[in-house]
């Protein structure tokens, strides 16, 4: 039976050549897509050396006679079996890619494109295509498809890129929206990711929603893990705490919960008089004063721009006859 097949295999596939070097793509088609079925029924890890090579051929000039017709769902029915082979690489990856992208499907696109820069990362094509399947692909699509995408969706790509456009003190509001749905690709399949969080609260706090930024923060200060995954998500998570204190203190009037953040903040090694004297402020609020001076006097002790506030501070709180002792 293996021979037959062999010979049935064979004699497809070279009609196929014959009809396709005489013009007829038509019946090349035929006879390629015979040799493609026969093979498959037999089975690809069954087949020998040479059969197999048969196989791969009608396979590509399949795709290649689809992709000529602009029949894009053959083409990448042909071209995505062509990737079995050997010989297959990054140039069936492009064109697979291409042609998800001509079709309308961004999050195909997307997968396919990953597949490619697996094999070429520094590629400039692949990393222009890449900048358009992320801007073009929702979080809704991503969410829906988690099973299929998540394996290729490029995280560190998406925070990375997001991050860097917040950083920039220039930004715009295109720069900004394009933060915005990169971390939300983030939360849609890792909804407490922190620093996704953390790029949000950022984003609604440059456009003055101090509210939506807070609820970002919010939700990135809960997520606090036992252990951080990395230094990058341990500082995004001290920058919530602050950015969160500060809201609680100047637009929430809530020093009690102000206070809280202040003095866990206190752990980042970025903490220092600017942290103290907020402190000192949530206290006097809550009207103890000892501990507010304490942390006014604790201001005047470094070389700082709020050291003159911290006096002043001392001397309302001596003038209004709340003692400092």
Request: aromatic share 12%; proline share 2%.
């Amino acid at each position: 039976r293996q021979r037959q097949m062999c010979i049935r295999d064979r004699i497809y596939y070279d009609l196929g050549e014959l009809y396709h070097q005489r013009g007829d793509e038509e019946r090349a088609s035929y006879y390629y897509e015979q040799a493609k079925l026969a093979a498959r029924d037999y089975g690809l890890e069954r087949l020998g050396d040479a059969e197999k090579q048969a196989y791969f051929r009608a396979v590509h000039q399949l795709a290649q006679i689809a992709y000529k017709r602009e029949d894009l769902d053959r083409a990448i029915e042909n071209f995505a079996l062509y990737m079995e082979s050997p010989q297959a690489g990054t140039d069936t990856l492009r064109i697979v890619t291409e042609l998800y992208e001509r079709k309308g499907d961004a999050l195909s696109a997307l997968i396919w494109n990953e597949k490619a820069l697996a094999l070429d990362g520094a590629n400039q094509l692949l990393l222009e295509r890449k900048d358009r399947y992320y801007y073009s692909v929702s979080p809704e699509d991503l969410a829906a498809q988690r099973e299929r995408v998540e394996k290729y969706f490029d995280k560190e790509y998406c925070l990375r890129k997001a991050k860097s456009l917040v950083d920039l003190r220039n930004a715009g509001e295109a720069q900004l929206e394009w933060a915005l749905h990169l971390a939300r690709l983030v939360l849609a399949l890792t909804p407490n990711d922190i620093r996704a969080l953390v790029i949000c609260g950022r984003i609604y706090h440059r456009i003055g929603n101090e509210e939506e930024a807070a609820r970002y923060f919010e939700q990135a200060r809960a997520a606090r893990p036992e252990r951080f995954a990395s230094r990058e998500e341990e500082e995004a998570w001290y920058l919530a705490t602050v950015r969160l204190g500060d809201y609680y203190l100047n637009t929430a009037h809530r020093p009690d919960l102000a206070l809280q953040c202040y003095s866990d903040y206190r752990q980042s090694p970025k903490s220092g008089a600017d942290t103290l004297y907020k402190m000192g402020q949530c206290y006097e609020q809550l009207g103890d004063t000892v501990r507010a001076a304490k942390c006014y006097q604790a201001v005047t002790v470094y070389d700082h721009p709020l050291a003159s506030e911290a006096y002043a501070a001392l001397a309302r709180l001596e003038s209004s006859g709340r003692s400092t002792a």
